[in-house]
C-alpha cells in the first residue's frame, strides 16, 4: 500500500502549520518576557498572572529537625517525613505514603474532604516509632503543596479560588485552604500546623534549589504546566509597599495562560472549544500532557474522514474524545520495530482501527509533529523567562550556571519531548549562552521542597 496524495497533502498541511522555526520560537520567547513584565505590574489583568506565592527565601540549607509535606494535587494525596540535619547532614531521612482519593470525597463536602486527609496524617504520624519526638506543646509542622488555583496573601494562606482536575467539593471555594486543614487536624486531635502553603512549582524550586545553588526557574510539565522563579521585589510594581527582608519573591508565572503567536492549527482551536474551559489556558493546551494526545487524535479521525486513513468506514472509539492518551503517542513514538508493531496493536486497543504499515508510519508523523511543536514551545517559553530575568540582571543567568528543574510526567516520561525541548533552547541561545544554561530533571522535588518551606517558615525559629 502507498501513502495517498491526500494524505500526503493533510501531513504537509499539518507540518507547516505546526512548525516552530526560529523566528516563531524567538517571538514567543520575546513575547514571555514582555508579557511576565506586564503582569508584574498590572491589576487589570494584561500579560501574564504572576501569581506571588509570598516565598521570600529559598531554604537554606540550615534548616534542622523533623518536618512534613502533604501533598494534594489529584486522585492521591501523598505525605512525606523529611529529617533535616543542617548544613552537613542535610536530609538524613525521608519517609512518605501515598493514600488514593475515594471517588465519592471529590464531589463530598469540605469537612469530608479534609477529615479525610487529617485522618490519613494521624495515622501516618501514630505509626512513627520513639524517635521521633517533639517536646511538649511543640507542634509539628507541614508544608502543604496544594495545586489547586488559590489566592495567597500570606505563606500560610490561601483563598480556594476553584476546584479543578474533577474535584468538586462543597463549601471549600472562597474559603483559606490551611485554615480548613487546621480544624479537620484539630477534629482529629492532631498537633500539627501548616506552615507553608506553596504550590507544585514553588515546591520544585524549593526542593531542587536545596541541593544546587543554581537553580534559578522550576517548571512542571505533567498533566497540566507550570513555571515559577526568583523575582525582585522591586521589579514587582503591583505589590507596591510589600516589605520583604529578602528583597524578593518566588512567582508563580502561571504561562498555561499564554497564547500570543502560537502555531494553532484548526484542531487545537476545536479541541479548545469543546473544553471546559474554552478560549483560556491556551499554551497549556498546546504542549502539556492533558492535551497531546487528544490534538493527535483529532488529527487522525481527520485524516480517516477526509482521506479513508484506516479504511472506508470511521471507527466509533477513533471518534471519542480523549481515547489516546499522550502516555499512548509516547509508546507509538519508541516503537522502532520494521512493521511497527507496537503502533498497529495500540492502534487497534485503543482507537479500534486496523492499519498497514505505511498507515502506522503517517500515524507516527503525527505524533512526532504534535510532540515537537508542543517539546519546542516549552522550551521557548524557557527562553522567555531566562531572557527576562538576563535583561534585569544584567549577567546572572547567561553568564554564569544557571538551571531550570523540571518535573513531571510528560517530560520524564516522554525522550523525544525532552530533545525536542532541549534542542529548542539551545538553538534559541546560541553556543556560548546554552552551555552556561542547565535543564534537570528533578523527581518529586515539591515534597521535599514543601517540607523545607515549613522549616524555613517554622514558628519555632
Ligand atoms: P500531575 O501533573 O497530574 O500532577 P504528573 O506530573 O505525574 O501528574 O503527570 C501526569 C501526566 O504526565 C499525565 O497526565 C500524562 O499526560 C503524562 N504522562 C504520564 N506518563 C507518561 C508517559 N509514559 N508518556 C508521556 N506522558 C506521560
Not at 538551571?403 to 525522550?415: F, H, Q, R, S, W
Request: proline share 3%; glycine share 10%.
Amino acid at each position: 500500500s502507498k501513502v495517498s496524495i491526500e494524505q500526503k497533502r493533510l501531513l504537509t498541511k499539518l507540518k507547516q502549520e505546526c512548525a516552530t522555526p526560529l523566528p516563531l520560537l524567538q517571538h514567543v520567547a520575546d513575547t514571555m518576557s514582555s508579557e511576565m513584565r506586564a503582569g508584574l505590574s498590572s491589576v487589570d489583568g494584561s500579560g501574564l498572572p504572576m501569581i506571588p506565592t509570598y516565598v521570600h527565601t529559598l531554604p537554606t540549607g540550615n534548616e534542622k529537625g523533623l518536618f512534613y509535606a502533604l501533598d494534594l494535587g489529584g486522585t492521591n494525596f501523598r505525605v512525606l517525613r523529611v529529617e533535616l540535619g543542617g548544613k552537613d547532614d542535610r536530609v538524613i531521612s525521608t519517609h512518605f505514603e501515598q493514600v488514593s482519593i475515594p471517588h465519592d470525597l471529590m464531589i463530598a463536602t469540605s469537612e469530608e474532604l479534609f477529615d479525610f486527609i487529617a485522618l490519613g496524617l494521624a495515622k501516618f504520624v501514630a505509626k512513627e516509632d520513639g524517635k521521633f519526638h517533639f517536646p511538649p506543646g511543640r507542634k509539628r509542622e507541614i508544608g502543604f503543596t496544594f495545586s489547586f488555583p488559590v489566592k495567597q496573601t500570606s505563606i500560610d494562606s490561601g483563598i480556594l479560588i476553584k476546584w479543578t482536575k474533577g474535584f468538586a467539593v462543597s463549601g471549600t471555594v472562597g474559603r483559606d485552604v490551611v485554615v480548613c486543614l487546621n480544624e479537620a487536624m484539630e477534629r482529629q486531635r492532631l498537633d500539627m500546623r501548616v506552615s507553608a502553603l506553596v504550590n507544585d512549582t514553588v515546591g520544585t524550586l524549593a526542593g531542587a534549589e536545596y541541593y544546587d545553588n543554581d537553580v534559578k526557574v522550576a517548571v512542571i510539565l505533567g498533566t497540566g504546566t507550570n513555571a515559577c522563579y526568583v523575582e525582585q521585589i522591586s521589579s514587582i510594581p503591583k505589590l507596591q509597599g510589600h516589605v520583604s527582608s529578602s528583597g524578593k519573591m518566588i512567582i508563580s508565572t502561571e504561562w498555561g495562560a499564554f497564547s500570543n503567536g502560537l502555531p494553532l492549527t484548526v484542531f487545537d482551536r476545536e479541541m479548545d472549544a469543546a473544553s471546559i474551559n474554552p478560549g483560556q489556558q491556551i499554551f497549556e493546551k498546546t504542549i502539556s500532557g492533558m492535551y497531546l494526545g487528544e490534538i493527535a487524535r483529532r488529527v487522525l479521525l481527520n485524516m480517516a474522514q477526509e482521506d479513508d486513513l484506516f479504511g472506508s468506514s470511521v471507527s466509533q472509539k477513533l471518534s471519542t474524545p480523549f481515547i489516546l492518551g499522550t502516555p499512548d503517542l509516547c509508546a507509538m513514538h519508541q516503537d522502532d520495530s520494521g512493521d511497527l508493531q507496537i503502533v498497529g496493536s495500540l492502534l487497534y486497543d485503543k482507537a479500534g482501527v486496523e492499519s498497514n504499515l505505511t498507515e502506522r508510519k503517517a500515524v507516527l508523523e503525527v505524533c512526532d509533529t504534535i510532540v515537537k511543536r508542543g517539546g519546542s514551545l516549552a522550551g521557548a517559553g524557557i527562553v522567555g523567562i531566562l531572557q527576562k530575568m538576563e535583561e534585569d540582571s544584567k549577567g546572572d543567568i547567561f553568564g554564569k550556571r544557571s538551571v531550570v528543574a523540571i518535573d513531571g510526567g510528560l517530560y520524564e516520561n516522554y525522550p523525544q519531548y525532552r530533545t525536542y525541548l532541549q534542542d529548542s533552547v539551545k538553538e534559541l541561545l546560541g553556543t556560548e549562552k546554552s552551555n552556561n544554561v542547565v535543564i534537570e530533571h528533578s523527581k518529586d522535588g515539591s515534597g521535599i521542597g514543601g517540607a523545607l518551606l515549613a522549616a524555613s517558615n517554622s514558628m519555632y525559629k
